[in-house]
């Protein structure tokens, strides 16, 4: 069983409809979950992050952790076009590093 | 945010020569530098961490001869692919941190093999 698991899509959706990405885990010694967003071609920048449980709100952006379920995930709201790349999870046991990130979701947003 | 920037961008080789990937953060000095390479729709797999004047630490099943990693300065690690074959092609990508910060990622370089 993979550390990470996430489903590699492709999702594609109108633009103004909500977006939920999600993983799932194992490793029950991760505490950091992040959200990294890829354009093509591009290397991964932060999108946000959550320490331990809960919920965090970013603008659009949603993360939400349930460590009970191993279970996380990034809803977007009101999506655009320029919301179109590859989100991947990552998550550490030890910070905002030495993270495992999983296969990443390509999401394309139409106009 | 901090910048990393990797250099070049995209190179194509004939199998059997090697290849010298550049890694650099540009606004910070980095204490530890990674390398991870990445397929199509698969994660990003982290090949190997280095420290500024310390040998890389490579993860298992990557080739120490093959993935030759040198992290001189603060500022600059590279990444050498000895003998390039075909099934080396990939992209990839470093990132760079200092102490008890988050990770940075640079652009990545497009490997191609022929």
């Known amino acids: 069983q993979k550390e990470v698991e996430q489903d590699p899509g492709p999702l594609s959706v109108p633009e103004g409809a909500i977006v939920s990405l999600n993983c799932t885990y194992s490793n029950s010694a991760f505490q950091y979950f992040m959200w990294y967003r890829q354009y093509s071609r591009k290397g991964p920048e932060l999108l946000m992050y959550?320490?331990?449980?809960g919920n965090k709100e970013d603008g659009r952006f949603t993360a939400q952790v349930d460590k009970s379920s191993k279970y996380i995930s990034l809803f977007i709201r009101d999506s655009q076009p320029s919301d179109s790349a590859t989100y991947l999870c990552a998550m550490s046991a030890k910070g905002l590093y030495d993270m495992r990130f999983g296969a990443g979701t390509r999401l394309t947003v139409k106009p | 945010g901090a910048v990393v920037s990797q250099h070049p961008s995209r190179v194509i080789c004939k199998s059997g020569t090697s290849v010298k990937i550049e890694c650099r953060s540009l606004d910070f000095q980095a204490t530890t530098m990674f390398w991870y390479r990445q397929f199509p729709k698969k994660s990003l797999m982290l090949m190997a961490t280095?420290?500024?004047?310390?040998?890389?630490?490579?993860e298992q099943g990557v080739e120490k001869d093959k993935f030759l990693i040198n992290h001189a300065s603060l500022t600059l690690s590279t990444l050498t692919v000895t003998s390039a074959h075909p099934e080396d092609s990939s992209f990839y990508i470093c990132?760079?941190?200092?102490?008890?910060?988050?990770?940075?990622f640079g652009p990545g370089t497009r490997l191609t093999v022929t």
């Open positions: 280095s420290n500024e004047g310390s040998k890389a630490t490579y």
């Open positions: 959550t320490y331990s449980s």
């Open positions: 990132s760079a941190r200092v102490e008890r910060s988050e990770q940075y």
